[in-house]
């Protein structure tokens, strides 16, 4: 295949044309580079990784639609992320190979973590996606398309857990009985939010769905929040979404895979940070109900990912990434036992919630 990054290059209005561009970050799914204009300006071009997102035209739509709203409504030019139109005006270029490309403004001095070198860093997150919810609660989020349908649409998880006990393709089901019983015991709670965004109860949001602390932006020196990045999974859902899935992942003491389950537990401390921080930045934004619900998206979020390890060591490691042989089934592992650690902690978590919005 030809090498279409100067094609790229040539689709935009650059005072002088680079000749190249260097690879830059650390990110997992798209090809990312960085651009240094004349001017001493700089640029972030990235190549969409096509293979995991299926709906690249609809998934630039809710890019653009995104990004536009935020840089509408917003100054400072590191508040949001900023799409750059190509010569022809348009989100986006595709090239001879059929990929996609984009440009934005680069976020001058500002860091981004892989991981969280103290609570603070993990409040700064919270802080820049309490700050997300809040600038977009007027967006009309039914205009988002689901770039990846039934997301997290937990009662259809459950379904396509099921589905892969009873096909039993890598033939694991009988040696995971435990775990599978686990989720299963726990079923009745899948309709908890899903139901409740049916009904209209809870609102319809814009949700970012990779709320991880690699996707926000902190400046260099004050290691504020600056902003989010990475909008590829921003599609409608329930504010419980992203909140949840930043405490699976960010309030967890362990790594996703750890086998010593002696040292996976979900850190209270780390949990009032994260709430603490994403309520100040919500403001008045989120409804009593969600408030309420917090609780139930940080466990919704883990119980749902779990299964969706399950049900892919069970299907034989076709989706998530896996380095080795039983990862899945250790990444599964810690779900459980977060899980089951945050029902044990349930009366400190309403509580912890409760307290912040005094
Ligand atoms: P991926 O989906 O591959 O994770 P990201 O959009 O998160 O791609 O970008 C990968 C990395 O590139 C980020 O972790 C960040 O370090 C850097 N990056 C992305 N956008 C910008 C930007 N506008 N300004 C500065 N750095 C950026
Ligand atoms: C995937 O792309 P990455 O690794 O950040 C997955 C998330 C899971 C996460 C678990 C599009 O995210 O939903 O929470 O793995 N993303 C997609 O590690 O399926
Ligand atoms: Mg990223």
Request: aromatic share 10%; with cysteine.
């Given at each position: 295949?030809?090498?279409?990054?100067?094609?790229?290059?040539?689709?935009?209005?650059?005072?002088?044309?680079?000749?190249?561009?260097?690879?830059?970050?650390?990110?997992?799914?798209?090809?990312t580079?960085?651009?240094?204009?004349?001017?001493?300006?700089?640029?972030?071009?990235q190549?969409?990784?096509?293979?995991?997102?299926?709906?690249?035209?609809?998934?630039?739509?809710?890019?653009?639609?995104?990004?536009?709203?935020?840089?509408?409504?917003?100054?400072?030019?590191?508040?949001?992320?900023?799409?750059?139109?190509?010569?022809?005006?348009?989100?986006?270029?595709?090239?001879?190979?059929?990929?996609?490309?984009?440009?934005?403004?680069?976020?001058?001095?500002?860091?981004?973590?892989?991981?969280?070198e103290?609570?603070?860093?993990?409040?700064?997150?919270?802080?820049?996606?309490?700050?997300?919810?809040?600038?977009?609660?007027?967006?009309?989020?039914?205009?988002?398309?689901?770039?990846?349908?039934?997301?997290?649409?937990?009662?259809?998880?459950?379904?396509m857990?099921?589905?892969?006990?009873?096909?039993?393709?890598?033939?694991?089901?009988?040696?995971?009985?435990?775990?599978?019983?686990f989720?299963?015991?726990?079923?009745?709670?899948?309709?908890?939010?899903?139901?409740?965004?049916a009904?209209?109860?809870?609102?319809?949001?814009?949700?970012?769905?990779?709320?991880?602390?690699?996707?926000?932006?902190?400046?260099?020196?004050?290691?504020?929040?600056?902003?989010?990045?990475?909008?590829?999974?921003?599609?409608?859902?329930?504010a419980?979404?992203?909140?949840?899935?930043?405490?699976?992942?960010?309030?967890?003491?362990?790594?996703?895979?750890?086998?010593?389950?002696?040292?996976v537990?979900?850190?209270?401390?780390?949990?009032?940070?994260?709430?603490?921080?994403?309520?100040?930045?919500?403001?008045?934004?989120?409804?009593?109900?969600?408030?309420?619900?917090?609780?139930?998206?940080?466990?919704?979020?883990?119980?749902?990912?779990g299964?969706?390890?399950?049900?892919?060591?069970?299907?034989?490691d076709?989706?998530?990434?896996?380095?080795y042989?039983?990862?899945?089934l250790?990444?599964t592992?810690?779900?459980?036992?977060?899980?089951?650690?945050?029902?044990?902690?349930?009366?400190?978590?309403?509580?912890?919630?409760?307290?912040?919005?005094?």
């Amino acid at each position: 295949m030809m090498d279409t990054l100067f094609e790229a290059l040539k689709a935009y209005n650059w005072k002088e044309c680079p000749a190249t561009a260097e690879r830059y970050g650390h990110g997992h799914i798209n090809v990312t580079y960085v651009i240094p204009a004349p001017d001493g300006a700089r640029y972030i071009l990235q190549k969409v990784n096509k293979n995991v997102f299926k709906k690249p035209v609809e998934l630039m739509e809710n890019v653009a639609a995104v990004t536009n709203y935020l840089s509408a409504r917003t100054d400072d030019p590191r508040g949001c992320l900023r799409l750059i139109p190509t010569k022809d005006g348009e989100n986006f270029f595709t090239d001879s190979n059929g990929d996609y490309w984009r440009v934005y403004v680069f976020i001058t001095d500002s860091i981004c973590l892989q991981q969280a070198e103290s609570g603070e860093d993990f409040r700064q997150s919270a802080i820049a996606f309490g700050e997300f919810q809040k600038q977009l609660k007027d967006f009309p989020a039914h205009t988002l398309h689901e770039v990846i349908p039934h997301f997290h649409d937990t009662k259809d998880r459950y379904r396509m857990f099921k589905e892969a006990i009873a096909n039993n393709k890598a033939g694991r089901a009988d040696s995971v009985r435990e775990e599978i019983d686990f989720y299963l015991a726990r079923e009745d709670f899948a309709g908890l939010i899903v139901d409740k965004l049916a009904d209209g109860s809870l609102p319809l949001r814009v949700t970012h769905n990779d709320t991880k602390l690699n996707n926000v932006m902190l400046d260099k020196r004050t290691r504020k929040a600056l902003c989010v990045i990475d909008l590829d999974t921003v599609m409608p859902g329930s504010a419980l979404y992203d909140y949840g899935d930043s405490i699976r992942f960010g309030a967890s003491t362990a790594a996703e895979d750890e086998k010593d389950l002696n040292s996976v537990w979900m850190d209270l401390e780390l949990y009032k940070m994260y709430t603490d921080g994403y309520l100040s930045a919500c403001g008045d934004s989120l409804t009593e109900l969600e408030i309420e619900m917090l609780p139930v998206g940080a466990k919704m979020m883990t119980l749902e990912c779990g299964m969706r390890f399950l049900t892919d060591y069970l299907d034989g490691d076709t989706y998530f990434k896996t380095t080795y042989e039983e990862q899945n089934l250790d990444r599964t592992r810690t779900h459980i036992k977060l899980v089951s650690d945050m029902e044990a902690k349930w009366d400190e978590m309403t509580r912890i919630v409760k307290e912040a919005t005094k």
